[in-house]
């Protein structure tokens, strides 16, 4: 059995966290409803752009360490530890 990539895993605890997230802010609406003004606490266009944020600094945060990693001979890695 393939075990996925460090990048994948990270993907996917930005996943969990991102639908957790929205699970709370929808089951807080309430106390987000009077914090706020001028904007609904379900506004599609803000909740989209935080969600897009958020798993765009995730992705970059894992595809950085995964392509500085694939470019490391493995030979020259095992040999060094």
């Known amino acids: 059995m393939e075990r996925p990539g460090?990048?994948?895993?990270?993907?996917t605890l930005t996943t969990i966290g991102i639908v957790v997230g929205i699970v709370g802010a929808l089951w807080l609406n309430s106390?987000?409803?009077s914090l706020l003004f001028g904007v609904q606490p379900t506004d599609q266009a803000t909740m989209t752009a935080v969600i897009a944020t958020i798993a765009i600094v995730a992705a970059i945060a894992c595809a950085l360490p995964a392509f500085r990693a694939s470019r490391l001979d493995p030979n020259a890695v095992l040999r060094t530890n």
């Open 6 to 11: 460090h990048a994948r895993q990270g993907l």
């Open 31 to 33: 106390l987000i409803a």
